[in-house]
């Protein structure tokens, strides 16, 4: 069983990120609810659509010189549409803020059972 230890949430840009630390690793989970325009990725090839995004990543982070850095893997997280919106808003963000929590666990399960496959191999 991991056990998670929440740190103060972050607002800033309309965007909230918190990090929860993940017992027994130097890792932290990053968890993110962010607005995206969407439009064509051309990273994957794929349409994404307008509005908030819940994002689970973990990442390590490490203080240098009174900075924090953080370092990933890439594809180590995954991301899902929580709120489709015509417009960017105030009002829309808080709503994605406050759904957020619906859709975390399973997120944050997804992530861990990924990070143990890639343990394993």
């Known amino acids: 069983m991991v056990r998670f230890h929440p740190k103060p949430l972050i607002f800033k840009n309309n965007t909230m990120k918190s990090y929860e630390t993940i017992e027994g690793t130097s890792k932290s989970l990053k968890v993110q609810v962010y607005y995206n325009k969407g439009g064509m990725n051309y990273f994957h090839g794929k349409?994404?659509?307008?509005?908030?995004y819940l994002s689970v990543a973990p990442v390590e982070i490490k203080q240098c010189d009174g900075y924090q850095m953080e370092s990933s893997m890439a594809f180590s997280g995954a991301k899902r549409l929580i709120l489709e919106v015509k417009r960017q808003s105030d009002k829309a963000y808080n709503q994605a803020v406050a759904m957020h929590n619906e859709e975390l666990t399973d997120l944050k399960?997804?992530?861990?059972?990924?990070m143990q496959l890639a343990q394993m191999n």
């Open 47 to 52: 349409e994404e659509k307008r509005g908030y």
């Open 109 to 114: 399960e997804y992530v861990l059972s990924k």
